[in-house]
């Protein structure tokens, strides 16, 4: 039966990523990557993989498709045909593809427990992550405590994506924060989508905040929380217009708050570097070292939600308002809403997950 | 006897979630236009998803997975008949566009509803999701 799911999970994964290659729309393209992102994170959930399944759901499925759909809006849905680069392209992904192939032969089977990364340091983390974290879910603990530093890279990367972003878009910003005017198509006209908004907005920010805080005992965490806050507030935007949320959560404060996340996660490191323990090391920051890594735990998830949370925002603001400049731009705003749907139904669907 | 009662209903309620699945799959491939696809894959996903998922409630007996199936349920019940008809209302915003007739089931406030003009929406906006 498992095999079955497998072998039924995989072909599909495959379908979709050959039509994905294949489709000249990018816009069907951006809704398929969607679907791939949603397939991998059910093949994930087969294979226990929970945290990670649902990371993808969130980013994979949710909030990476409605940012590409955002960036077609801005340049268009047609792909524009290069016949020689994508011979080069075919060219090289043959060779690397048939090489990765050959290489799974040299790989463990999948769960051996003789395989290189079961000998290493996963038998320390099994077996004293209750006694050393004490938390239930051993992902978070591995993830946040005892590899924290990579934690930190990621959130670091999270943040410099939004700085690129920003200086990129930032000088039509710059133009456009004057001379507001008023669209008048900003904002959806249509009664359903306005209540509907309102009405889940609310659970969508209270689901986000239960993935936080409850991301030491089930799956989730700070990049979770992050993703399915910020939904909620371009979930705003998209049906109430950028003026609106801008009211709400003012582009100042997102880009202060981006880095915010980062510099609690760097204080945190830095506290415990200051009270003679390494950096990151969180059993400096109580008397009893396990309520010192809950303490550190609680204080790096709320600076990786807030970073994740502040950097999707701002990336949906900026492309918002340069999609404003064009003339064209509004129009397309009832069309996202059918992707922002898309995303909340996920959000929800991971709730049996946790 | 009620346990095997409750798991006959849900694996009724299941098969028929399964069917109703089935013939919205089938009908998206089918149907000749878009508003009748479209039909097919909201109605049918609206209500399979609620027949499964009341299924899963039967058996999963009183616990945290009932409460937390439960707001699936009523996320689904908000979320799915809303995206098709924003769906729907984006169609009606390009190229495929419905004859005033048919679209004149929409009563409510006309003054707030008809007012962005169609034909200076762009026309390249969903116009793949007609054509295969």
């Known amino acids: 039966m498992e095999l079955l799911l497998d072998i039924a999970l995989l072909a599909l994964l495959l379908i979709t990523a050959i039509s994905i290659a294949g489709i000249k729309d990018l816009l ?39 940012l590409i759909v955002l960036t077609l809006a801005l340049c268009g849905r047609q ?112 009664i359903v989508l306005r209540v509907i908004a309102k009405v889940l907005i609310a659970p969508i920010m209270l689901y986000a905040l239960y993935v936080q805080f409850h991301g030491e005992y089930g799956p989730g965490g700070g990049f979770q929380a992050g993703v399915i806050f910020a939904v909620g507030f371009i979930l705003y935007g998209l049906v109430f217009g950028l003026d609106a949320v801008r009211r709400v959560a003012s582009h100042g404060l997102v880009q202060f708050l981006s880095a915010v996340g980062v510099l609690i996660y760097g204080s945190v490191g830095l506290l415990s570097l200051a009270s003679g323990k390494s950096f990151l090391d969180y059993s400096a920051l109580a008397s009893n070292p396990v309520s010192g890594q809950h303490i550190g735990i609680i204080a790096i998830e709320l600076g990786v939600g807030i970073t994740v949370a502040a950097v999707m925002i701002m990336i949906f603001y900026l492309f918002a308002a340069q999609l404003r400049l064009q003339p064209r731009g509004p129009s397309l705003t009832p069309d996202h809403q059918g992707t922002d749907a898309g995303t909340a139904h996920l959000a929800s669907q991971q709730q049996g997950a946790g | 006897m009620i346990d095997s009662l409750l798991s006959g209903i849900s694996g009724l309620l299941l098969g028929l979630g399964c069917f109703f699945m089935l013939t919205g799959a089938i009908g998206v491939l089918r149907f000749p236009d878009f508003y009748t696809r479209m039909h097919a894959a909201g109605v049918t996903d609206t209500l399979a998803t609620f027949l499964i998922i009341t299924g899963l409630m039967l058996t999963a007996g009183w616990s945290l997975a009932l409460f937390k199936l439960g707001l699936i349920l009523l996320f689904i019940f908000f979320t799915s008949p809303t995206a098709s008809h924003a769906l729907a209302r984006s169609a009606q915003h390009c190229e495929l566009k419905l004859p005033e007739q048919s679209s004149a089931s929409d009563p409510r406030s006309p003054t707030s509803t008809e007012s962005p003009p169609p034909p200076a929406m762009p026309t390249e906006t969903i116009t793949t999701l007609e054509r295969d």
Do not use: W
Request: aromatic share 8%.
């Open chain 1, 28 to 66: 069907a393209a951006a809704m398929l990557a969607g679907i791939y992102g949603l397939l991998s994170a059910g093949f994930f959930m087969t294979m226990g993989a929970v945290d990670v399944a649902f990371t993808e759901a969130a980013v994979g499925a949710g909030i990476s498709p409605l």
């Open chain 1, 79 to 190: 792909q524009r045909g290069d016949r020689q680069r994508a011979m080069l392209a075919l060219f090289l992904v043959l060779p690397v593809g048939a090489l990765l192939i050959v290489a799974t032969h040299d790989m463990p089977a999948f769960g051996a427990a003789d395989a290189p990364a079961q000998m290493h340091v996963a038998p320390h983390y099994i077996q004293q992550s209750m006694a050393e974290i004490g938390i239930p879910n051993i992902v978070t603990s591995v993830l946040a405590s005892y590899r924290g530093y990579d934690t930190f890279g990621e959130v670091v990367v999270i943040f410099t994506a939004g700085l690129g972003v920003l200086s990129l878009l930032m000088r039509s910003q710059g133009i456009d924060e004057p001379t507001v005017e008023p669209a008048p198509n900003a904002q959806s006209r249509d």
